[in-house]
């Protein structure tokens, strides 16, 4: 018919065009971004870059005559909610860390409903108090905040305030006995410093391909995002678990605040725009558990979109006119952090190979570059793959997987930049005690030295 090829030629054509500019644009963006991190990478493993040569780091040793005084006081939390299948892991990981006992307080912050689990919590606790661990079950009478009303509740605390770092594990964590000696030193010997964050370990990534995949993707997360974060601006996304804060960092910048889903990022945000730095240091991994449930992914992916874009939302106007830090590093948080990483990506991957890639089969006089749809693509893939060598076979599925769930993430940060309906919505990821099936750490053994050994 006549009006449609009229309606064609002048308008649908040409707005397409004009979309698939766009897209040309965005995919620009995103491959100068991911080449960018994975050069920083490089650099790092050809120059041996790692957090121990560039800052300072000293092995604790006691004090003959300070003794256990030498080392700090640290606390220990645990945030968690009805977690029967993991509670005795993480508590049991966090009180077998090997510090000095009158310098450790391990918090558990329990916000279950089900009588039986908090029964159960209370006996787990007592278990480790009755062998000299310094352990707090401490609870309230409603959820307001979710995370982080638990874990700004459990700061107020007066025996908080004696504490100079804050270790914290989700319910599922088990860092290794280690873990303080291999972190906190960073903090006391760089006053620069407010976080250290550890990498994250899967326990259950062989369990199906769907933790396959997972897998893949956050092993380039810190592979990339946060070890290029950390070595050239000193900054990137605390991941909420397996980290150690400066209290008086945490503070500086107003603790914990629950007006977003990712109460982990809000905080990095405001203690990073104080001027404070970070360190991500990749030899030190922590055992957790991948979502084995698709449905419980979904929950947790939906949150991992929706609460960075409300997050940048919120925050756009407060970088800008934060005179602390230069204007080099504003313009990273808010286009390579935020904008790039967690806005547009999600849009260019379902728009561009779920809409417009397809769509274009009906318009044959649209040009779309070998570059865009090839070239540019078989970087980024190889880019991610590379993270995870022995899934390297599974790359097919890998990007199946990714746009899958590329809808799912474009509509989570849509909500979020919006602030739809369930922009505050919070679905605990459900854990399946996958990690039960790994061997248990050691038991305690006596203490040496003035230190529990266990």
């Known amino acids: ?60 040793q006691e004090d003959m005559e300070l003794g256990n005084q030498n080392f700090p006081m640290v606390l220990v939390q645990i945030p968690m909610y009805n977690e029967r299948e993991v509670f005795q892991l993480s508590i049991g990981a966090a009180c077998r860390l090997i510090w000095p006992l009158d310098r450790l307080i391990v918090q558990v912050l329990d916000d279950s ?36 009303g638990a874990l700004k509740q459990g700061m107020r605390h007066s025996y908080v305030k004696t504490c100079t770092y804050i270790a914290i594990f989700d ?68 991941n909420g678990t397996a980290g150690v804060w400066r209290l008086a960092a945490m503070e500086e910048a107003g603790g914990w605040k629950d007006r977003t889903t990712v109460e982990d990022m809000d905080l990095a945000v405001r203690v990073g725009l104080h001027g404070w730095k970070f360190v991500f240091v990749n030899d030190v991994a922590v055992k957790s558990e991948l979502p084995s449930q698709f449905k419980a992914f979904r929950f947790q992916q939906h949150r991992w979109s929706c609460g960075p874009a409300n997050l940048f939302r919120k925050m756009t106007m407060e970088i800008i006119r934060n005179k602390r830090v230069t204007i080099w590093k504003k313009l990273y948080v808010i286009y390579s952090f935020f904008f790039v990483r967690k806005i547009i990506v999600h849009f260019f991957t379902f728009f561009f190979y779920c ?18 749809t090839v070239y540019f693509p078989f970087m980024i893939t190889l880019f991610n793959a ?24 474009t509509k989570g940060t849509f909500i979020g930049l919006l602030e739809g309906g369930r922009v505050n919505e919070w679905v605990v990821t459900e854990k399946l005690g996958d990690a039960l099936e790994t061997k248990l750490l050691p038991q305690v053994r006596k203490p040496r030295y003035g230190v529990l050994d266990r």
């Open 171 to 238: 319910a599922d964590f088990q860092p290794e006995p280690d873990y303080l000696q291999r972190t906190v030193p960073f903090l006391i010997h760089n006053s620069e410093l407010a976080l250290v964050q550890a990498r994250w370990k899967f326990v259950n990534a062989k369990k199906c391909l769907m933790t396959r995949m997972q897998e893949m993707s956050l092993n380039y997360h810190f592979t990339a995002e946060q070890e290029s974060g950390s070595t050239r601006h000193a900054f990137f996304g605390f």
């Open 386 to 409: 590379i993270a995870t060598p022995r899934s390297f076979y599974l790359v097919i599925f890998w990007v199946l997987f990714e746009n899958v769930m590329a809808m799912h993430r």
């Open 113 to 148: 409903t089900d009588p039986t689990i908090m029964e159960m919590v209370n006996i787990e606790c007592g278990k480790w108090a009755t062998k000299g661990i310094n352990i707090k079950c401490e609870r309230r009478d409603n959820r307001n905040g979710y995370k982080a």
């Open 1 to 60: 018919m006549m009006w449609w090829r009229e309606m064609r030629s002048l308008l649908i054509v040409p707005m397409f065009k004009c979309l698939v500019a766009i897209c040309l644009v965005i995919s620009l963006l995103v491959f100068v971004e991911s080449l960018y991190m994975n050069i920083v990478v490089i650099y790092v493993k050809l120059f041996k870059r790692k957090p121990e040569k560039i800052y300072k780091w000293e092995a604790m």
């Open 355 to 372: 809409f417009i890639l397809p769509t274009s089969v009906f318009f044959p006089e649209v040009n779309i570059p070998t570059w865009s």
